[in-house]
């Protein structure tokens, strides 16, 4: 799911999105986060990622600081918020070091990402970092985001949770229907999915799905649809390795 071409006006609006702007370094920050939740599912459009449009909730969060789009709960939990991009690895990889004993990411608003290898790496991280994934009943996760659930070494999806995916699409406006089978392109995909506990033919038919419907529409899936993709997967030995070696 790549969607890197980024439209300004969509930039403008994902920085409405979030009251906090997206840093390298963390901004610590005591009190409440505010984060927007979209209560409408429109057809998503843009080349840049998966985003829901206006009618929004504004749910309060009291962190104790922000890395990018990372809000640290406490000591054992983050928030994901927001949209990741081409800094997301890095600010990750700062935020355990600072907080090395988190172990739940809270999968909140999670619209996709402007980078889409970015997004892979951060999904890798999160993995090597033993991380469990947890979408509460008003979580939402979309586009990229949907990758970034399932590096976690374990998933949880409360009752009314909602996931959307649809086609990527590249620089070019191809979709991934213009590419070969075996193009390096799907195959990058294939190989995540395999890495985060799918089989092979899991991989496939997921990867597949997500592609059924074209880039400027998505297919959403709530809780239990979700649910049946989930695969039991075991604390990776990555766990205990350098993460900032995985930024390579």
């Given at each position: 799911?790549?969607?890197?071409?980024?439209?300004?006006?969509?930039?403008?609006?994902?920085?409405?999105?979030s009251l906090a702007a997206i840093t390298v370094t963390?901004?610590?920050?005591?009190?409440?986060?505010?984060?927007?939740?979209?209560?409408?599912?429109?057809?998503?459009?843009?080349?840049?990622?998966?985003?829901?449009?206006?009618?929004?909730?504004?749910?309060?969060?009291?962190?104790?600081?922000?890395?990018?789009?990372?809000?640290?709960?406490?000591?054992?939990?983050?928030?994901?918020?927001?949209?990741?991009?081409?800094?997301?690895?890095?600010?990750?990889?700062?935020?355990?070091?600072?907080?090395?004993?988190?172990?739940?990411?809270?999968?909140?608003?999670?619209?996709?990402?402007?980078?889409?290898?970015?997004?892979?790496?951060?999904?890798?991280?999160?993995?090597?970092?033993?991380?469990?994934?947890?979408?509460?009943?008003?979580?939402?996760?979309?586009?990229?985001?949907?990758?970034?659930?399932?590096?976690?070494?374990?998933?949880?999806?409360?009752?009314?949770?909602?996931?959307?995916?649809?086609?990527?699409?590249?620089?070019?406006?191809?979709?991934?229907?213009?590419?070969?089978?075996?193009?390096?392109?799907?195959?990058?995909?294939?190989?995540?999915?395999?890495?985060?506990?799918?089989?092979?033919?899991?991989?496939?038919?997921?990867?597949?799905?997500?592609?059924?419907?074209?880039?400027?529409?998505?297919?959403?899936?709530?809780?239990?649809?979700?649910?049946?993709?989930?695969?039991?997967?075991?604390?990776?030995?990555?766990?205990?390795?350098?993460?900032?070696?995985?930024?390579?």
């Amino acid at each position: 799911m790549s969607w890197s071409h980024r439209p300004n006006m969509v930039r403008i609006f994902a920085l409405l999105f979030s009251l906090a702007a997206i840093t390298v370094t963390p901004a610590y920050a005591e009190g409440v986060e505010k984060a927007y939740v979209d209560n409408n599912r429109p057809l998503i459009t843009g080349s840049a990622y998966r985003y829901n449009g206006p009618a929004i909730q504004r749910i309060e969060y009291d962190s104790i600081a922000r890395f990018g789009p990372f809000r640290v709960l406490d000591t054992h939990r983050v928030a994901l918020l927001d949209i990741t991009d081409e800094r997301s690895p890095g600010q990750f990889v700062a935020m355990m070091q600072a907080f090395p004993d988190l172990r739940v990411l809270e999968m909140i608003e999670c619209p996709g990402t402007f980078d889409d290898r970015a997004n892979l790496r951060l999904g890798r991280l999160i993995r090597a970092a033993g991380l469990r994934t947890h979408v509460p009943r008003e979580g939402s996760v979309r586009s990229g985001a949907v990758e970034l659930f399932f590096a976690g070494v374990t998933h949880k999806i409360e009752v009314g949770a909602e996931f959307a995916v649809h086609a990527w699409q590249d620089d070019d406006g191809r979709e991934a229907t213009a590419y070969a089978a075996t193009s390096p392109e799907h195959l990058k995909y294939l190989a995540y999915y395999e890495e985060m506990g799918f089989g092979a033919r899991e991989a496939q038919a997921f990867y597949a799905m997500t592609n059924s419907v074209p880039h400027e529409q998505a297919l959403w899936l709530n809780a239990q649809e979700m649910q049946r993709w989930i695969r039991p997967t075991d604390t990776p030995q990555l766990a205990y390795l350098d993460l900032g070696a995985l930024l390579q």
